[in-house]
T-cell receptor
Framework: DQQVKQNSPSLSVQEGRISILNCDYT??????FLWYKKYPAEGPTFLIS?????DKNEDGRFTVFLNKSAKHLSLHIVPSQPGDSAVYFC????????????????FGQGTILTVHP | ETGVTQTPRHLVMGMTNKKSLKCEQH?????MYWYKQSAKKPLELMFV???????ENNSVPSRFSPECPNSSHLFLHLHTLQPEDSALYLC?????????????FGDGTRLSIL
């Protein structure tokens, strides 16, 4: 049972345009969400995060939106650059004490983003 | 970012071999993690160490044996592995287990079992 899902295996975008990566989750106890970027032959690199008490967090070209009622989050990259081409992982964590998922990062399958010049 | 270093980067071994994966972090963190990433699957948490104590074992077979001698080093000892254990093994660290903070990953060891 996959608790974090990225339903789009890949996304192709033109340079300068907006990239929107989507993520859905099923566990309502998740209260902290992260996006990681991964280049080939490298480990995932932390990109941006959002707490469940917020609905938006922005860092430069990257903005994460959280819709708790829909259990959905998205990562917007504007403007997209060829260097953004990578695999993007959505992850969620349950921050409250107790329970077997306490502190665990649960990852989605990843979305391959390709930004064309 | 080179805060988390994993060696070796690639490892090919037979099913009867014994080998170890090494992870070292220079970030002053107190929690360290082993993850497995199989082809077309999400990253799966294997083990968590917090202040050198194992706090999580995510139902990992005993042919994988972790060791954490101090907060900066983490090992994964491998013996009598199976072909389905071929995967990318990632080490990560964070300030402390349980805090809602990002984990920082190494570049992984690509393991192939013959």
């Amino acid at each position: 049972d996959q608790q974090v899902k990225q339903n789009s295996p890949s996304l192709s975008v033109q340079e300068g345009r907006i990239s929107i990566l989507n993520c859905d989750y099923t566990n309502s106890m998740f209260d902290y969400f992260l996006w990681y970027k991964k280049y080939p032959a490298e480990g995932p690199t932390f990109l941006i995060s959002i707490s469940s008490i917020k609905d938006k967090n922005e860092d430069g070209r990257f903005t994460v939106f959280l819709n708790k009622s829909a259990k959905h989050l998205s990562l917007h990259i504007v403007p997209s650059q060829p260097g953004d081409s990578a695999v993007y992982f959505c992850a969620a964590i349950r921050g409250d004490a107790g329970g077997t998922s306490y502190g665990k990062l649960t990852f989605g399958q990843g979305t391959i983003l390709t930004v064309h010049p | 970012e080179t805060g988390v270093t994993q060696t070796p980067r690639h490892l090919v071994m037979g099913m009867t071999n014994k080998k170890s994966l090494k992870c070292e972090q220079h970030l002053g963190h107190n929690a360290m993690y082993w993850y497995k990433q199989s082809a077309k699957k999400p990253l799966e948490l294997m083990f968590v160490y917090n202040f050198k104590e194992q706090t999580e074992n995510n139902s990992v077979p005993s042919r994988f044996s972790p060791e954490c001698p101090n907060s900066s080093h983490l090992f994964l000892h491998l013996h009598t592995l199976q072909p389905e254990d071929s995967a990318l093994y990632l080490c990560a660290s964070s300030q402390e287990w349980g805090l809602t903070q990002p984990q920082h990953f190494g570049d992984g060891t690509r393991l192939s079992i013959l």
